[in-house]
């Protein structure tokens, strides 16, 4: 299975000030269509996940613009811009590239 | 407006059975896959498994951890998939969620999340 680890567990920052979390796999995550299957999810308490980034970089519906995704092969980055309140939860980075897909350990983001 | 709504979630021993219910609305339900993952505070977010759409075959695939003992089916003319777990053990304890990805050619963004199901197995 591959490895999902993210980098920090948790992030304190201040309102207002960016934010950047990093997830790296144990393998490339290149698709044989060419696609690369890395999806960033972001868990509020007491709700489901949310998917915020799709294949690296293409934010879901409704998300803000604030939140964007980078990388390639097996380095990737989330960054909040500037975070606000409502930012508060736990992140996490996942990979559909093979099955099983797996899930980085989560990042917790809290507000300073 | 996509709307994934779970039941099922209880308490049972060990040994025992459940089955989870999803009920899809908002969209064909027939066009999608529809995966299975949970989450406790041992393991994380775990995948458990998913069902193809009936138009790519309907196959399923199940997670090492659950394979043998769970089993994932649908119903299209309801709009439900279930989640029927058999031999349950403590460590199957977890929030049940069941998703529904992004396109309906495949399963791999999961774009709409179910609130998710408590299942708690203990003696």
């Known amino acids: 299975d591959i490895v999902m680890t993210q980098t920090p567990l948790s992030s304190p920052v201040t309102l207002g000030q960016p934010a950047s979390i990093s997830c790296r796999s144990s393998?490339?995550?290149?698709?044989?269509?060419?696609?690369?299957?890395l999806s960033w999810l972001q868990q509020r308490p007491g709700q489901p996940p949310r998917l915020l980034i799709y294949?690296?970089?293409n934010r879901f519906s409704g998300v803000p613009d604030r939140f964007s995704g980078s990388g390639a092969g097996t380095d990737f980055t989330l960054k909040i811009s500037r975070v606000e309140a409502e930012d508060v939860g736990v992140y996490y980075c996942?990979?559909?590239?093979?099955?099983?897909?797996?899930f980085g350990q989560g990042t917790k983001l809290e507000i300073k | 407006e996509v709307q994934m709504v779970q039941s099922g979630g209880d308490l049972v021993q060990p040994g025992r059975s459940l089955r989870l219910s999803c009920i899809a609305s908002?969209?064909?339900?027939?066009?999608?896959?529809v995966s299975w993952v949970r989450q406790s505070p041992e393991k994380g977010l775990e995948w458990v498994g998913f069902?193809?759409?009936?138009?790519?075959?309907?196959?399923?695939e199940y997670a090492a951890s659950v394979k043998g003992r769970f089993t994932i089916s649908r119903d299209d003319s309801k709009s439900i998939a279930y989640l029927q777990m058999n031999s349950l053990k403590i460590e199957d304890t977890a929030v049940y969620y069941c998703?529904?990805?992004?396109?309906?050619?495949?399963?791999?963004?999961?774009?709409?999340w179910g609130p998710g199901t408590l299942v708690t197995v203990s003696s």
């Open positions: 069902i193809r759409a009936k138009a790519s075959g309907g196959a399923t």
């Open positions: 998703l529904r990805p992004l396109y309906s050619a495949g399963w791999r963004v999961p774009a709409y």
């Open positions: 294949k690296i970089s």
């Open positions: 996942m990979q559909a590239t093979q099955s099983p897909q797996t």
């Open positions: 393998q490339s995550l290149v698709h044989s269509d060419g696609n690369t299957y």
């Open positions: 908002g969209f064909t339900f027939s066009d999608y896959d």
